[in-house]
Each structure stands twice: as C-alpha cells, then as structure tokens.
C-alpha cells in the first residue's frame, strides 16, 4: 500500500491548455475504445486502482458512482483507466475488474485496462485518483486532484470543492476553468518498471 503521492504537475506529460493526447485500449469488456471516438463531446479521466484508500473514499460510499451517472446525463464520457501493472497484489485481469465493477456498482462508460502504463506515462498520470478533462475539442483542460480535501476519509467529501464537477460546470458555461491544474493526491500509480 502506497503512502499519499503528489507527483509533478504535467511532469513529462501533457500541460494544461494543450491537445489531449490521443490513446486507444481495451475496457474489461474487450472492447477497444480511442479517445477520438469521443470527438465533440467532453471526457473525463480517471485514474484508478480499487486497493488504494484514496479511491475507496470516494467508491464506498458511493460518490463516485454518483458524479458518473450524472455526468453520463449530460453526455459526458466518463472513463477509468487502470494502470496498474500485472506483477503488482492490486493487479486486476478482466475478471477481476468486472468483480470489482459489479461490487462498487460502477457507472463510468467504461474501465480500461492500460497494463503497460503506456497511457498512464503519456499523461503523466501520477496517483489513483488522478483526474482529466478534455473538452469536445480536444483540449486537456483540467487535470489534478478530483477535490480540495486531501484526506482518505470519506466524511470530508462534502466539505470539499470538487475540481472536476467545478471544472465542467465552468467549461460548460462558456467560462474558463478557474483551477485548470491542480495537486493530484492518493496512491501512487502502480507502473511497470
């Protein structure tokens, strides 16, 4: 179990501001699904690994879970993206994601397996959760911490800005994101080395 990670901010990654970068992998389902296949709509990534307590804050309780389904009533694609590597105790193969998906009752598009961190490095994903915002253009527009409490605790969830949610309410609106890049916190991803 990893110990709370900031990492740097778009570190080799991508900046804020820039095109998103493009990607293709598989969901727990085998289906292949490319970020352009979600052109002129907004995209939400989430890095994710269910071992990590800072993921469980948000999954337990049902938060995350929420946040999705009213996402996905607003059209935007909300995608998980598991980077964990296969040698790693909180490694899932399909199967195992789609326990873990069933139990949590997980309302994203989709959870995609990205086994070889490939993605991950490209944006320089660092913590699980680790967040993305990518408008119907193609621009990265938000990425960081889903909210402003950097506890594991899931009683502070209320107390909290949530980034994402304030992000694409701004977005959608026509204004610009006020906080495009903040701190990501959680659990460090579990790359390959």
């Known amino acids: 179990m990893a110990l709370l990670a900031t ?8 900046k804020t501001g820039d095109a998103a970068p493009g990607f293709t992998l598989t969901d727990i389902n085998g289906k292949t699904h490319s970020l352009a296949d979600y052109q002129g709509k907004y995209v939400v990534l989430e890095w994710f690994n269910q071992g990590c307590p800072f993921v469980q804050k948000f999954y337990e ?4 879970q929420e946040w999705q389904r009213e996402m996905a009533a607003q059209d935007i694609v909300w995608l998980v993206i598991n980077s964990t590597e296969p040698k790693h105790q909180d490694y899932l193969d399909n199967a195992g994601a789609k326990k ?30 680790h967040m993305y915002i990518i408008d119907p ?16 605790n899931s009683a502070d969830i209320g107390s909290a800005t949530n980034y994402v949610l304030a992000s694409l309410k701004e ?5 610009e994101v ?7 916190y959680g659990c460090s991803v579990k790359y390959a080395n």
């Open 61 to 64: 309780p049902g938060k995350m």
């Open 171 to 175: 977005a959608k609106q026509g204004k």
């Open 137 to 152: 253009e193609g621009t990265l527009i938000y990425q960081g911490a889903i909210d402003s409490n950097r506890s594991s």
């Open 100 to 129: 873990q998906w069933d139990k949590w009752k997980i309302a994203a598009a989709a959870m995609l397996m990205d086994s070889d961190g490939s993605v991950g490095k490209l944006y320089a994903a660092r913590t699980t959760p």
């Open 7 to 14: 990492g740097n901010l778009h570190a080799d990654g991508v």
């Open 178 to 184: 006020s906080n495009a890049t903040t701190r990501p």
